[in-house]
């Protein structure tokens, strides 16, 4: 996609937009208004939900009552999408992924992460849509991770440079192993997804800016250093996602759909529903290597 100049949230706003904008907190989330995404964009429109993504950090779009095929297609218009290797996907679609917890699958992505990071390219973004919600609860959060790299202190900041972490797609890896997949079907595994390095600090590809690039869910430990320091320096970058200041909390409704940026925000589904049923797909856009 094209290079932004800017990602000053007033200055977006104040330029000429295709849709109305009703942000959810200063730092992270917006829900852009009066879209139908039915449509077929234009590519004013797209460049503009993009930069907005790029602005943002996580977009949100009410009452979108798509069809897996267009919702195939607004994901394609950022990019290529990915087949998940190891999570359940909608029956002829292997691009759609289908998450669904209910009384027998309590939820389970409430741990702070950003997609796919134990990938050597991980998702650009991933585009959630509702398709069955709780009546009550159910949320998803999201944080902000440039801010949090933003106030970090500056000898953290300074330490951190040039540092790498390894990541693992363990919580998966552990999920085959129940599902009874043999030692050698889970090592053929672990051969095609070898473990990745990625900094520690990225740097967002369009906006230049910095972000924590450590997560709970993937993340084992920082390259080249003692093991006790590696834990605690990634314990308290992963305690960040968790500072409400760099939050915001979005209240789904049936097909309300969430784009968020995997490369600027985290995210945590809250398991709070349980045992009623909630029922999501997602499309995930392929990225390029962290730097
Ligand atoms: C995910 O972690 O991709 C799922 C988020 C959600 O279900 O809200």
Same mark, same amino acid.
């Given at each position: 996609?094209?290079?932004?100049? &800017?990602?000053?949230?007033?200055e977006? $706003?104040?330029?000429?937009?295709?849709? #109305?904008?009703?942000r959810l907190? /200063?730092?992270?989330?917006?829900?852009?208004?009066?879209?139908? =995404?039915?449509?077929?964009?234009?590519s004013?429109?797209?460049?503009?939900?993009?930069?907005?993504l =790029?602005v943002y950090?996580v977009?949100? %779009?009410?009452n979108?009552?798509?069809t897996?095929?267009?919702?195939?297609?607004?994901?394609?218009?950022?990019g290529?999408?990915e087949? +998940?290797?190891?999570a359940? *996907?909608? $029956?002829?679609?292997? $691009?759609?992924l289908?998450?669904?917890?209910n009384?027998k699958? #309590?939820?389970k992505e409430?741990?702070?992460?950003s997609?796919?990071?134990?990938r050597?390219? !991980?998702? =650009?973004? &991933?585009?959630?849509?509702m398709?069955e919600?709780?009546?009550i @609860?159910?949320?998803?959060?999201?944080?902000?991770?440039?801010?949090?790299?933003?106030?970090? !202190?500056?000898?953290?900041?300074?330490?951190?440079? @040039?540092a790498?972490?390894? +990541?693992?797609?363990?919580? %998966?890896?552990?999920? =085959?192993?129940?599902?009874?997949?043999?030692?050698?079907?889970?090592?053929?595994?672990?051969?095609?997804? /070898?473990? !990745?390095? +990625? !900094?520690?600090?990225?740097? +967002?590809p369009?906006?230049?800016?910095?972000?924590i690039?450590?997560n #709970?869910? %993937?993340?084992?430990?920082?390259?080249?250093?003692?093991?006790?320091? &590696?834990?605690?320096?990634?314990?308290?970058? *992963?305690?960040q996602?968790?500072?409400?200041?760099?939050?915001?909390?979005?209240?789904?409704e049936?097909?309300?759909?969430?784009?968020?940026?995997?490369?600027?925000?985290?995210?945590?589904?809250v398991?709070?529903?349980?045992?009623?049923?909630? #029922?999501? $797909?997602?499309?995930?856009?392929i990225?390029?290597?962290?730097?």
């Amino acid at each position: 996609m094209s290079q932004m100049i &800017s990602n000053n949230a007033d200055e977006f $706003e104040n330029s000429d937009l295709p849709f #109305k904008v009703n942000r959810l907190s /200063p730092n992270i989330g917006a829900e852009l208004l009066e879209l139908d =995404l039915k449509n077929s964009l234009d590519s004013e429109t797209k460049k503009k939900i993009y930069e907005a993504l =790029l602005v943002y950090k996580v977009i949100f %779009f009410r009452n979108q009552n798509l069809t897996t095929e267009e919702h195939l297609k607004f994901g394609r218009h950022f990019g290529e999408l990915e087949v +998940h290797p190891f999570a359940p *996907y909608k $029956e002829g679609f292997p $691009e759609v992924l289908n998450i669904t917890h209910n009384e027998k699958n #309590k939820g389970k992505e409430n741990v702070w992460h950003s997609d796919v990071t134990w990938r050597e390219k !991980p998702s =650009l973004g &991933s585009i959630l849509r509702m398709i069955e919600g709780p009546q009550i @609860g159910g949320d998803t959060l999201f944080s902000d991770m440039q801010t949090a790299y933003d106030k970090l !202190p500056e000898d953290i900041k300074n330490k951190l440079e @040039g540092a790498i972490a390894v +990541h693992d797609f363990v919580g %998966f890896r552990k999920l =085959l192993i129940k599902k009874g997949k043999t030692t050698e079907e889970v090592e053929a595994f672990n051969k095609k997804y /070898p473990n !990745p390095e +990625h !900094p520690v600090i990225r740097t +967002h590809p369009d906006t230049k800016k910095k972000a924590i690039y450590v997560n #709970k869910a %993937f993340t084992q430990y920082i390259k080249g250093w003692e093991e006790n320091e &590696s834990k605690s320096m990634l314990d308290f970058l *992963y305690s960040q996602a968790a500072i409400p200041e760099y939050q915001c909390r979005f209240i789904w409704e049936k097909d309300s759909i969430a784009f968020w940026d995997n490369r600027s925000c985290q995210h945590y589904a809250v398991s709070d529903y349980w045992p009623q049923v909630r #029922k999501v $797909e997602r499309v995930t856009v392929i990225g390029d290597t962290p730097y």
